[in-house]
């Protein structure tokens, strides 16, 4: 048995790496979004100061690992085989789990996520002994801490609501007194805001970053608590005439606040989340040690894991800190994380990654009447006053523009350490993933980044993440519940399989994030508002035409096949590709505002062609979704499959319109136009041979066809693929006639010149 628990401590192990990766690539949005979405300094310049702090920060973290070994259960209550299955459903949960939300690109908290692993860990099996023991249910307070959980759920509620509104009203301020244009307002109020701000940072390395590090001793502890105002005030004096001094030498002091804002938030990441990824395995190694320490008996109660003796070793520490600080650099999910909270606060217009629902519509209406009101009291000209700080500064490029700038992301830093120091000193559960969010959304509602355009898009994506806050609680507990419950009654058999299946499933994860990257990349270039003129909008139409007509030809043979065979879950699949293409051509007219909006003088002519082209695009779709959608609805309801001749003959126009739109598809990625004449030649073959299998199905009717519901399907399909057949040709001679006139244009002025 002894081998067993040896294999489980490598199976622990790695799994201690692989959640390390994927917790990282969670939390680095605590850290780097307010760098990353003010441009402050360069990206890898930001990086290596996130990378120091988080380095630092993993070899202060050793006072921490004490929650996952007695924070949340009482081990003297436990065998050595309880606790090894424990802490194996959490690190098993905690890897899928961190995984799906990294996928998802949603922030959550590492903390809840392992609190309640190992609440719903303990509680299954003290649950477990007590009706095997024919115990009383009472007793369940005597396994597990109960006040941890509690703590977690009001830190959720407390976080929210403090970090937004604190948020918000320092970001209103700062933004009055500096406005956009805070370049002439800094040398008056830079040096008492750079003072305000270093020092509540720097207050927060001491108080929350290093506070549980191994050379904080109790002595100095004390002696800091009960010198607290006299560092603040020490702190202020110093950090303000080290503002002032930036700024006399014209140096940007909100730069300065946001790189060592970046190290501090990095450095109490690293301190005090560390544990979340890698205190339960080194808690299942020290629970080893003192299981060997005590003969190897695997039912012997593990009340010494309680021991305040027990520290964590400083080199696991250091490889923990090495991993988190490579995850940093390579994760690709981290980026996806971190781009939800900037998409989230960005200044500008565009794709919002979130749907309005009814509590987002409810929520900017009523701000909306109490807007009114508010501007109906306040003096007219205080209002102008008011609003003209908050113009929007103008970029002469799009690439030099950022999400928001380096005044908001200063008060981001600046208002997160206070909150979170301060709630720490005040032993308040504030957590620091939910404190960064939601101080960080405050500061967007409050600089009117949500305006009347995305309002309803960023209240809903908020609260879609504040709703995945308290489904990792629920999920995380009842998800390892589940598995300690399946070890404990399948043993060894049970750990074989789940390892073999958090293998294929973390596989799966990554196969289909890789395919979904690639799919963004390329609907990304199907999005590009940087046009400028007739030849890129050329380019541009072609690139999207094509892209189109190849999902449109790969759809109508697969719904085509898939309804000859009856094959209702591979049409429930082409449901799903429709979806994204019905997506990719509706954000392609959303986009349009800004298309027109960069197009140079000389070529504003392109606006209207191109309209017509997404119209034109719009139409195939539609038809398309009429095949896909109704053949789907007439399996689904177990309607007479269509007959053999209906089949052959839909096949037979599948395979003129696979050749036209093959031949359609090749022009339009080689940009070879010239074709296109003869394309357009076989448009009446193929509208003949649809109107012969209209004309073969009305003789059917009159004298073998005996349902309804397929005769509907049938002249529904031949009918709609009319349409599309209709608007492809129509799009090919439009394109062919603009074409042409650019050509003419072209001509007339290499004549000219």
Same mark, same amino acid.
């Given at each position: 048995?002894?081998?067993?628990?040896?294999?489980?401590?490598?199976?622990?192990?790695?799994?201690?790496?692989?959640?390390?990766?994927?917790?990282?690539?969670?939390?680095?949005?605590?850290?780097?979004?307010?760098?990353?979405?003010?441009?402050?300094?360069?990206?890898?310049?930001?990086?290596?100061?996130?990378?120091?702090?988080?380095?630092?920060?993993?070899?202060?973290?050793?006072?921490?690992?004490?929650?996952?070994?007695?924070?949340?259960?009482?081990?003297?209550?436990?065998?050595?085989?309880?606790?090894?299955?424990?802490?194996?459903?959490?690190?098993?949960?905690?890897?899928?789990?961190?995984?799906? @939300?990294?996928?998802?690109?949603?922030?959550?908290?590492? $903390?809840?996520?392992?609190?309640?692993?190992?609440?719903?860990?303990?509680?299954?099996?003290?649950?477990?002994?007590?009706?095997?023991?024919?115990?009383?249910?009472?007793?369940?307070?005597?396994?597990?801490?109960?006040?941890?959980?509690?703590?977690?759920?009001?830190?959720?509620?407390?976080?929210?609501?403090?970090?937004?509104?604190?948020?918000?009203?320092?970001?209103?301020?700062?933004?009055?007194?500096?406005?956009?244009?805070?370049?002439?307002?800094?040398?008056?109020?830079?040096?008492?805001?750079?003072?305000?701000?270093?020092?509540?940072?720097?207050?927060?390395?001491?108080?929350?970053?290093?506070?549980?590090?191994?050379?904080?001793?109790?002595?100095?502890?004390?002696?800091?608590?009960?010198?607290?105002?006299?560092?603040?005030?020490?702190?202020?004096?110093?950090?303000?005439?080290?503002?002032?001094?930036?700024?006399?030498?014209?140096?940007?002091?909100?730069?300065?606040?946001?790189?060592?804002?970046?190290?501090?938030?990095?450095?109490? @990441?690293?301190?005090?989340?560390?544990?979340?990824?890698?205190?339960?395995?080194?808690?299942?190694?020290?629970?080893?040690?003192?299981?060997?320490?005590?003969?190897?008996?695997?039912?012997?109660?593990?009340?010494?894991?309680?021991?305040?003796?027990?520290?964590?070793?400083?080199?696991?520490?250091?490889?923990?800190?090495?991993?988190?600080?490579?995850?940093?650099?390579?994760?690709?999910?981290?980026?996806?994380?971190?781009?939800?909270?900037?998409?989230?606060?960005?200044?500008?217009?565009?794709?919002?990654?979130?749907?309005?629902?009814?509590?987002?519509?409810?929520?900017?209406?009523?701000?909306?009447?109490?807007?009114?009101?508010?501007?109906?009291?306040?003096?007219?000209?205080?209002?102008?006053?008011?609003?003209?700080?908050?113009?929007?500064?103008?970029?002469?490029?799009?690439?030099?523009?950022?999400?928001?700038?380096?005044?908001?992301?200063?008060?981001?830093?600046?208002?997160?350490?206070?909150?979170?120091?301060?709630?720490?000193?005040?032993?308040?559960?504030?957590?620091?993933?939910?404190?960064?969010?939601?101080?960080?959304?405050?500061?967007?509602?409050?600089?009117?980044?949500?305006?009347?355009?995305?309002?309803?898009?960023?209240?809903?994506?908020?609260?879609?993440?504040?709703?995945?806050?308290?489904?990792?609680?629920?999920?995380?507990?009842?998800?390892?519940?589940?598995?300690?419950?399946?070890?404990?009654?399948?043993?060894?058999?049970?750990?074989?399989?789940?390892?073999?299946?958090?293998?294929?499933?973390?596989?799966?994860?990554?196969?289909?994030?890789?395919?979904?990257?690639?799919?963004?990349?390329?609907?990304?270039?199907?999005?590009?508002?940087?046009?400028? $003129?007739?030849?890129?909008?050329?380019?541009?139409?072609?690139?999207?035409?094509?892209?189109?007509?190849?999902?449109?030809?790969?759809?109508?043979?697969?719904?085509?096949?898939?309804?000859?065979?009856?094959?209702?879950?591979?049409?429930?699949?082409?449901?799903?590709?429709?979806?994204?293409?019905?997506?990719?051509?509706?954000?392609?007219?959303?986009?349009?505002?800004?298309?027109?909006?960069?197009?140079?003088?000389?070529?504003?002519?392109?606006?209207?062609?191109?309209?017509?082209?997404?119209?034109?695009?719009?139409?195939?779709?539609?038809?398309?979704?009429?095949?896909?959608?109704?053949?789907?609805?007439?399996?689904?309801?177990?309607?007479?499959?269509?007959?053999?001749?209906?089949?052959?003959?839909?096949?037979?126009?599948?395979?003129?319109?696979?050749?036209?739109?093959?031949?359609?598809?090749?022009?339009?990625?080689?940009?070879?136009?010239?074709?296109?004449?003869?394309?357009?030649?076989?448009?009446?073959?193929?509208?003949?041979?649809?109107?012969?299998?209209?004309?073969?199905?009305?003789?059917?009717?009159?004298?073998?066809?005996?349902?309804?519901?397929?005769?509907?399907?049938?002249?529904?399909?031949?009918?709609?693929?009319?349409?599309?057949?209709?608007?492809?040709?129509?799009?090919?001679?439009? @394109?062919?006639?603009?074409?042409?006139?650019?050509?003419?244009?072209?001509?007339?002025?290499?004549?000219?010149?």
């Amino acid at each position: 048995m002894e081998q067993v628990y040896i294999v489980m401590l490598v199976a622990l192990a790695i799994l201690a790496i692989i959640d390390l990766m994927v917790g990282v690539a969670n939390d680095a949005v605590n850290f780097l979004n307010s760098g990353i979405g003010s441009k402050a300094v360069s990206f890898k310049t930001l990086m290596i100061v996130a990378s120091i702090g988080v380095a630092l920060g993993a070899l202060f973290s050793s006072g921490m690992m004490e929650i996952a070994r007695s924070g949340i259960f009482v081990p003297s209550m436990f065998t050595f085989e309880d606790v090894m299955m424990i802490f194996l459903a959490v690190m098993i949960t905690d890897v899928l789990l961190l995984d799906i @939300f990294n996928s998802l690109g949603f922030p959550t908290s590492t $903390t809840v996520s392992v609190v309640f692993e190992l609440l719903g860990g303990a509680v299954c099996l003290a649950i477990y002994k007590i009706a095997t023991q024919d115990g009383d249910i009472d007793t369940l307070s005597a396994y597990i801490n109960t006040a941890k959980a509690s703590e977690i759920v009001s830190s959720i509620l407390l976080s929210v609501i403090i970090s937004f509104t604190v948020g918000a009203f320092v970001m209103y301020i700062s933004r009055i007194v500096f406005s956009f244009h805070y370049e002439q307002k800094v040398k008056y109020f830079g040096a008492i805001f750079g003072g305000i701000g270093i020092t509540a940072i720097t207050y927060f390395i001491l108080f929350k970053g290093i506070k549980s590090s191994s050379f904080m001793t109790p002595e100095l502890k004390d002696l800091m608590k009960e010198n607290q105002f006299y560092i603040i005030l020490a702190n202020f004096v110093f950090w303000t005439v080290f503002s002032q001094v930036i700024i006399s030498l014209k140096q940007n002091i909100f730069k300065i606040i946001i790189i060592i804002g970046t190290f501090a938030l990095a450095l109490a @990441f690293a301190g005090n989340d560390l544990v979340n990824f890698i205190g339960v395995p080194i808690a299942a190694l020290q629970s080893h040690e003192i299981y060997v320490a005590n003969g190897s008996d695997a039912n012997m109660l593990m009340g010494a894991l309680a021991s305040n003796e027990i520290k964590a070793n400083f080199w696991l520490l250091l490889f923990g800190g090495g991993i988190m600080v490579y995850t940093l650099w390579t994760s690709k999910k981290a980026r996806e994380v971190i781009k939800t909270g900037v998409d989230l606060s960005r200044q500008s217009e565009g794709t919002e990654k979130f749907d309005a629902n009814n509590l987002s519509r409810i929520i900017v209406r009523g701000s909306i009447y109490v807007g009114q009101l508010i501007n109906y009291v306040l003096p007219k000209s205080l209002e102008v006053k008011i609003d003209k700080r908050f113009e929007s500064r103008k970029y002469a490029k799009k690439e030099e523009k950022p999400a928001f700038d380096m005044v908001r992301a200063a008060v981001n830093l600046m208002v997160a350490s206070i909150l979170i120091a301060v709630g720490t000193s005040l032993k308040l559960p504030l957590s620091t993933t939910y404190v960064t969010f939601m101080v960080a959304m405050g500061t967007s509602f409050a600089d009117r980044a949500w305006d009347r355009e995305s309002a309803v898009y960023r209240v809903a994506g908020v609260f879609n993440v504040i709703g995945g806050w308290f489904v990792t609680a629920f999920v995380a507990f009842f998800m390892a519940s589940t598995v300690v419950f399946l070890l404990k009654v399948g043993k060894v058999f049970t750990f074989v399989g789940l390892m073999i299946l958090v293998g294929i499933l973390l596989y799966r994860s990554g196969r289909k994030y890789v395919q979904k990257t690639k799919e963004e990349e390329e609907q990304a270039k199907l999005k590009r508002e940087d046009i400028a $003129t007739i030849k890129e909008v050329m380019s541009e139409s072609s690139a999207q035409i094509s892209r189109v007509v190849a999902s449109a030809r790969s759809l109508y043979a697969d719904v085509i096949n898939n309804l000859g065979l009856q094959d209702l879950n591979k049409l429930k699949e082409n449901k799903k590709k429709l979806k994204k293409l019905e997506k990719e051509v509706d954000d392609l007219k959303g986009n349009v505002y800004y298309f027109i909006k960069n197009l140079d003088e000389t070529s504003v002519e392109g606006s209207k062609f191109y309209i017509l082209i997404l119209g034109y695009l719009q139409d195939m779709v539609q038809s398309i979704g009429y095949i896909t959608n109704n053949s789907y609805s007439h399996i689904n309801n177990n309607h007479k499959n269509l007959k053999f001749n209906q089949i052959r003959d839909l096949k037979s126009v599948d395979n003129q319109l696979n050749h036209l739109f093959e031949s359609l598809e090749s022009s339009f990625v080689n940009e070879k136009f010239d074709s296109i004449a003869l394309i357009l030649k076989e448009k009446d073959q193929l509208l003949d041979s649809i109107s012969e299998l209209i004309q073969k199905q009305i003789t059917r009717i009159r004298t073998t066809e005996n349902s309804p519901k397929n005769s509907k399907l049938y002249f529904g399909l031949l009918l709609e693929t009319n349409d599309l057949i209709k608007a492809t040709m129509n799009l090919l001679e439009l @394109f062919q006639e603009f074409d042409n006139h650019v050509k003419t244009k072209n001509t007339i002025k290499k004549v000219m010149v």
